[in-house]
Every structure is written in structure tokens, then in C-alpha cells.
T-cell receptor, first 113, second 112 residues
């Protein structure tokens, strides 16, 4: 696609529920990143994929968070047993191998009631 | 600890005026520094990217400077427009690391 597409744009869920957030990167971009942005803060790194593998998942806050990218393109961020503190905008970004500039999606705003 | 700090936290200026945003970092070893613009409800969009050897880089009315010795960068906006209202985020990357270190951003409001 022309840009990084994220769905849903908004998700409201109840505490304890399971949530999936999807990212469709720019075609041909091998690197994919997930970030979390709380209100008034800069994005915080969660996980980085190079192809299908998670090259760095050190930013995932705990084992309730998991991400996959089975075919090296679309990625899904999965959050189990959601908590109110998980409420944030989840941003996805992609880039070509060796490139410096990340292209960000518009984000998925998650609200946990 | 790798950190990026920005100032001011927020800024209000009148349309047509100039402004300068500051970024200080402690990231090491330094690879590059980027300025992103983030409109409300949108993802960040890259404005400039600067490496160690670059002191100044312009993108239209935006001019970024970098002093790698003092680990400081600034973003100067000339002749501001209402559409410049956004958050401006300073992002630094270190050699050998894939994750970028983001500042908290400066929220700029341009009023008519």
C-alpha cells in the first residue's frame, strides 16, 4: 500500500478482555516497529521485526503483550487480559532495509474501561 | 542511560512569527538525530534527519541544527503558519541499536 495502515483506528474494551491490533506496512518494507504512545508523551518502543522474526522485543512491558508477523508483511499486536494502564495509542512504523526514515501509521487508539 | 529531553514542553506563538525548539540528548554512541512532526491523531512524519557530521539541515521553513559536541539540537520554524500547530518530537538513534529514543515532544500552537 501507499502508506502504513493500522486497524482499528479506535478500540474500546473492558478490563480483562483480549485485543488484537493490526499493522499493514508499506509493501517491500522489511523492518516493522511497534510503539506505544501515552497522552503527552513521545512514542515508547515495544518490538522490532526484521522479516518474520522479532529481532528485538525488549520493549514489551510484560507477557500479556505479544506480536507476530508470520509472513513478513502484516503484523498483529496482541494484548491479553487488558488493564486500564494499557490505554494508549499504539503506533506501527516500517522501513526498507538499511533506510533511516521510519514511516508511521496513524495509530490505533486503545481505551480500556 | 540514553535519554532525549525537549524544551519547552509547550509553546504558543502568533501566526507569522518564528520559534525555536530545543532538544538535548545523552544517547551514546550517537548515530543520527531526527525531528518528527506529529499532528493530533496522526502518526509522526519525518522532517529532517542529521548525522554526526551535519550541523544544519533545512526543509522548507524548518531548519534543524546539531551540535554533536554539546549533544544539542534545535528546530527553527520560520514565518509560522496555522498548519504548523502540532507536536514536534526529537528522536535519537545509537549505533548498533534498532530502537529509536524519543523525546516527549514540544506541543506548538500557532494562533491567528
Amino acid at each position: 500500500g501507499a502508506g502504513v495502515s493500522q486497524t482499528p483506528s479506535n478500540k474500546v474494551t473492558e478490563k480483562g478482555k483480549y485485543v488484537e491490533l493490526r499493522c499493514d506496512p508499506i509493501s517491500g518494507h522489511t523492518a516493522l516497529y511497534w510503539y506505544r504512545q501515552s497522552l503527552g508523551q513521545g512514542p515508547e518502543f515495544l518490538i522490532y521485526f526484521q522479516g518474520t522474526g522479532a529481532a528485538d522485543d525488549s520493549g514489551l512491558p510484560n507477557d500479556r503483550f505479544f506480536a507476530v508477523r508470520p509472513e513478513g508483511s502484516v503484523s498483529t499486536l496482541k494484548i491479553q487480559r487488558t488493564e486500564r494502564g494499557d490505554s494508549a495509542v499504539y503506533l506501527c512504523a516500517s522501513t526498507r532495509e538499511g533506510a533511516n526514515v521510519l514511516t508511521f501509521g496513524a495509530g490505533s487508539r486503545l481505551t480500556v474501561l | 542511560k540514553n535519554q532525549v529531553e525537549q524544551s519547552p514542553q509547550s509553546l504558543i506563538i502568533l501566526e507569522g512569527k518564528n520559534c525555536t525548539l530545543q532538544c538535548n540528548y545523552t544517547v551514546s554512541p550517537f548515530s543520527n538525530l531526527r525531528w518528527y512532526k506529529q499532528d493530533t491523531g496522526r502518526g509522526p512524519v519525518s522532517l529532517t534527519i542529521m548525522t554526526f557530521s551535519e550541523n544544519t539541515k533545512s526543509n522548507g521553513r524548518y531548519t534543524a541544527t546539531l551540535d554533536a559536541d554539546t549533544k544539542q539540537s534545535s528546530l527553527h520554524i520560520t514565518a509560522s503558519q496555522l498548519s504548523d500547530s502540532a507536536s514536534y518530537i526529537c528522536v535519537v538513534s545509537a549505533w548498533g541499536y534498532n530502537k529509536l529514543i524519543f523525546g516527549a515532544g514540544t506541543r506548538l500552537a500557532v494562533h491567528p
